[in-house]
Structures are given as C-alpha cells and as structure tokens.
C-alpha cells in the first residue's frame, strides 16, 4: 500500500496498472474524484487488438505471396510433346470406341429385322423386341414401321416423329437438330415386308457412358456442324464449343480426314486460361457410323497433369494456405481466450477506479485474468467497508448535531 503501482507503458496492462494506482490511492485515504485526472492519463492506444494485427500483417506478408506472387507456372512450365501425343492417342481410341458401338448397335438391328422378317403377328414381333432391348441396353426405344411411316409395333420408350423421317438410304443418324437431348436412330429394312424397317433409337446415357474416361479431361462428340451432341459432363446439346480455338481446330481436323486417318493434337497458352491440351478425332473406318461426320474433342488443363513446375506451384499454394489458416487459427485463438478478456478486464478496473463499488467482479477463467479479477473483487470488498465506514461516523456526528 506504501509503494506506488509499476505501471506498464503501453495497452490494456497501462490502463489497468493507472486503474489500480487510483484503487490504491483511494484505500490510503482519497476520493475517487480526486484521483479521476490520474485515470484520464491513458497510454497509447496500441494495445494488444494492435498487436494482433501487426502479427496478421506480418503472416500475411509472408503467405500472400505464395498464393500470388510465386505461382507463375504457365509462363515457364515446359509440356513434353509425348502428353501432347498421349492425349491426341487417347481421344483417337476414344473415337473409335464411340463408332464401334454406333456401328455393332445398327449390326444388331439388321441381325433383328432379319429374324423379325419371319414373323407374322405383332405380338411376335414384339416379343423379340423386348428381347432384344433388354439384352442390349443401348437403345432406348425399338419399333417396326412400315414404309408409309406408320409404327405397327414397339418396345421401349414412344417412338420420337422424328426418327421416321430418317431417309431410308441413311443407316444412322441424327434425327434432330434443336431440342433438350439429341435423337440418334439407327434403321435396318426388314426383308420381305414391303419396305419396312426396323428402327432403333439410342439412348444418349449410352454415349456419354463411353466418353468417361479419366486423364482426358472433358470430352465432346460434335456433329458435322460442330455442335455438341454429347459428352463425359455437364453440356447444353445443340450449342457449339466455348472455346474458338477449339471450334477451329475441330473445323481443320474434319477437312484432313480424306488425307489422313490419324486425330491431331494442340498445346495452347494463354494468359487468361493458363496451358491447355487438346485433340480430336474425327469418325474414320468403315461402317455405318463413318457416315455421320462426327468428331470427339479432348482438351484439359495442364496443370492438373504430373509436370514439376505445377508440382512446385502446388506445394507453395498448400504452404501459403496452411500458413493462412494457421495465423487465422491462432491469431483467432489469442483474440477470443486472451485479447477479449484482457480488455474486458481492463474496463472493469477503470469502472472500479471511477467509483463502481456495486458491480461483483468474477472470474470467467481460471488463468491469469481471473486471478487479477478476484484479486479486483477483493479490492471492491476492502473500498466498499472503507465507505461504510467513512460514512458511519460522519452518520453519528449529523445524529448529535
């Protein structure tokens, strides 16, 4: 009591060490008024939210560019022409896959008019079509039609209109060019019926089923008007490609058909993109599905593929973000268990200080703030007697006057 408080310079330490001076200073005897120009003496005003947020801006000087700065890669990064050929190779068998289907689904049909050719009845007829629909679940609807274009029996789905005026010339095709989903319908005369055909309609799921290949990135069948038909994600039909180059590129690839079987493959960079592979891959081969003019683009991203400076550029992107999450982490910590407290504590003192003797101080904590805030709660306790105190002689001498 005999010796003045040590009070710190700065922040909620200063404010509570000038709040405990005044205490002490009124318990030797003086008024809370007196000692109120000691408790206007604040220091800075840089206290420990200050603190914190020089310590953010120094870990965020350090994380920032990481994410940034450093990340640099499509203008230096080095792609080996063989991903460029692995790409263009893959996309060709793709394609290829994608026609063998076309071309073994319209085999299926001439192999089913066929043996519809024998029957007779519609209820046979149509006994081998759900046969046939349920062992092949390529198509979505089967129907026999006659050659003035009426449908005298069917399995699957309603027949789409469309599909019966899919020329009698044409093995496969497709039926539709607007529309949600694309009609692809495969026909097979059926002999001796007078003209009639059986005709097969495909499921477009099929399609997109045998584009889902991993380490192509996204995939794309276009018609001969480079509009897309179908693909391995999300897609509009009927829309052309986002992209120029590509749309081009698919234009270039159709016109080289008759001088070479082989697809073709690009490398693009572009500031706003970043580094692309692409290839397509026109229909080339025989069978029915040569006649479509279709072509599969392939194109994807190369940074997603195992190239050490996308390598390099992902472990600095990981480091700077576990360092951002470890200062938001720990920085959001010291705020909430010591900052928060630390001022509210300094508030109490200050309200003690001014003359607040009614407010019980308690602990949240059991930690260093808590132990100065009973230490506090003592001090309120020792004042609030001293008034009394104070005020039961000055009581007794009002009494006797």
Known sequence: ??????????????????????????????????????????????????????????????????????????????????????????????????????????????????????????????????????????????????????????????????????????????????????????????????????????????????????????????????????????YRAFEKLTDERLDSFVAGSNQKVGLSARAGGVLYRDSGDGVQLAAAAPFVGGGAAKSLGWTVVSWQPASGLAIPEYSLQNRTVLAGLLGITAAAACLGWLHIVVVRPLRELARQAEALADGDRRTVLYPRHHDEVGAVIRSLELLRQQLQEQRKRDGAPAAATAGRN
């Open 1 to 234: 009591m005999t010796r003045p408080v040590n009070v710190p310079s700065h922040g909620e330490a200063a404010r509570i060490g000038h709040a405990l001076e005044r205490v002490r200073r009124q318990l030797l005897g003086e008024s809370a008024q007196s000692t109120a120009t000691e408790g206007r003496r604040r220091a800075g005003r840089f206290g420990s939210r200050g603190l914190i947020a020089v310590c953010a801006v120094l870990l965020l000087a350090w994380s920032a560019p990481m994410l940034l700065l450093l990340n640099r890669a499509d203008s230096t990064v080095v792609v080996p022409e063989q991903m460029v050929n692995d790409q263009r190779e893959r996309t060709e068998t793709l394609t290829d896959r994608v026609r063998r289907a076309l071309n073994e689904g319209h085999a299926d049909l001439v192999s089913v008019a066929a043996l519809i050719g024998d029957r007779t009845s519609p209820d046979d007829m149509r006994k081998v079509l759900e046969r046939t629909r349920t062992e092949h679940l390529r198509y979505e609807s089967l129907y026999v039609m006659s050659a003035d274009g009426k449908v005298i029996t069917s399995a699957g789905e309603t027949p789409r209109q469309e599909a019966g005026k899919l020329p009698a010339e044409k093995l496969l095709g497709l039926v539709n060019d607007s529309g949600k989903e694309p009609v692809i319908a495969g026909q097979a005369e059926i002999p001796g019926r007078d003209g009639a055909r059986l005709v097969g309609e495909f499921r477009i799921d099929f399609i997109n089923s045998l584009l889902k290949r991993p380490g192509l990135g996204q995939v794309r069948v276009v018609d001969d008007k480079r509009q897309i038909i179908a693909g391995n994600t999300g």
